[in-house]
């Protein structure tokens, strides 16, 4: 496979709640392959990152940070190359502002980071962008190919991005891109309700992954007390009070259980309120932001690990306790029933169930042999579909294909 040379671009980068990016960033790297970052924004919480991340935030370009002349000089010089193309480039930014945001002066705010966005590429002789997720990342490549000297591809991950289509430009967004990676086939199907037939061969399922050489099976705990763990930020998507809702009903119930939430996030008052509420102080503990270098100890010591979300895409959390065999339940939503096959290997409540996700939680605290099953088939699941290496070649191959120049003649 021929060597690429493309850019990353990312709203965050990197991000602590998005490292699958970065992993996936070093595995193209590791395979060869030439990879440039740049970011709308700085991360927040890069004091908390590994110092290999730490590094690629030292090389990656931040946009937000450019100084008013630097967007000033940048598009004095698209301008005088290419004066058409960048008269063009102004048009979409002025067209896409009544049919998305309905914001014209964001719009500009766009095109603005589009113009430092195209000059980065042109100094480093790079024509092509793979954008993660179709938020306003994806609005400024949308505008910045509009001038006419790059072409684009997207990851789409849902399903946040599925809500309000028209106000993110999705349908424009993935009718323009070279091709459209989904990370799931209920991503994929939300993606062919937007694109007439004939144009579906431009989509491609890639699962994100997880390094089984880094998550290894943990050494099953021994503690008196079952630990139930949570990560993942701490917003309404998650469905984190129904979680702490269904442990108080443990409680009720007489089951020992220890809950630890690790993540930050807008909800972190109104779930302490809750569990003092409900009595729980002693059973829940609230970590706040983790970095990937410290994740593991959290995993090694959780018996059972619950996710309660409304809304998810297929979460590289819930892969990565998996293959590290421990047993996992989580809601039967979005893709995740195609990570989990309820009962073979891990437990599939309804979103929003309080009394279901609580019986479930019970059900492993008190089958010990149910754990060990669940948690072995689902590492092999994961080595069988969500391979960090395998999915990170069939990526690498997608971009060749969908890349790769047309023989001549057509």
Not at 44 to 69: N, V
Not at 76 to 83: D, K, N, S, V
Not at 286 to 301: E, L, N, P, S, W
């Amino acid at each position: 496979m021929p060597s690429l040379r493309l850019a990353y671009l990312v709203s965050e980068y990197p991000g602590i709640s998005h490292t699958f990016i970065f992993r996936e960033i070093q595995a193209l790297r590791q395979l060869g392959h030439v990879v440039h970052t740049a970011s709308i924004r700085r991360p927040a919480h890069l004091d908390k990152m590994t110092p290999a991340e730490q590094g690629e935030a030292a090389r990656t370009l931040y946009i937000k940070d450019s100084s008013l002349w630097q967007v000033a000089r940048a598009h004095a010089r698209l301008c005088g190359r290419r004066p058409w193309s960048y008269l063009k480039m102004l048009a979409a930014a002025r067209r896409y502002s009544r049919r998305g945001p309905r914001n014209l002066w964001k719009c500009l705010a766009y095109c603005a980071e589009a113009g430092i966005l195209l000059r980065w590429l042109q100094e480093r002789d790079i024509g092509h962008v793979h954008v993660h997720f179709g938020n306003p990342a994806g609005t400024v490549v949308l505008i910045a190919a509009a001038y006419g000297t790059l072409d684009y591809s997207l990851s789409i991950h849902g399903p946040d991005i599925f809500y309000d289509v028209t106000v993110e430009l999705l349908p424009d967004k993935i009718k323009q891109a070279r091709f459209v990676r989904a990370i799931s086939y209920y991503c994929q199907s939300q993606l062919m309700r937007l694109l007439p037939y004939e144009a579906w061969s431009r989509l491609a399922i890639v699962r994100c992954g997880v390094d089984l050489e880094v998550f290894q099976p943990r050494p099953e705990p021994q503690q008196p007390v079952p630990e139930i763990l949570c990560v993942g930020r701490l917003v309404p998507a998650k469905g984190q009070h129904i979680l702490v809702a269904a442990a108080a009903r443990l409680k009720a119930a007489g089951v020992p259980f220890h809950l630890t939430l690790v993540g930050g996030g807008p909800d972190m008052t109104s779930l302490q309120a809750l569990g003092r509420q409900l009595g729980l102080t002693a059973e829940i503990t609230f970590t706040g932001a983790v970095g990937q270098d410290q994740i593991h100890q959290y995993y090694d010591r959780a018996d059972i690990f619950v996710l309660a979300s409304f809304a998810e895409g297929v979460p590289v959390v819930l892969m990565e306790a998996m293959a590290k065999e421990i047993p996992c339940i989580a809601t039967c939503i979005t893709g995740i029933p195609e990570l989990i096959d309820h009962g073979e290997d891990g437990l599939l409540v309804t979103p929003g169930h309080e009394e279901a996700l609580a019986a479930a939680m019970r059900r492993l605290v008190e089958d010990r042999a149910l754990r060990r099953r669940l948690g072995a088939n689902g590492r092999r699941k994961v080595a069988a579909r969500y391979s960090l290496p395998d999915n990170c070649r069939e990526m690498a191959s997608v971009f060749s294909r969908y890349l790769a120049p047309a023989p001549e003649g057509l």
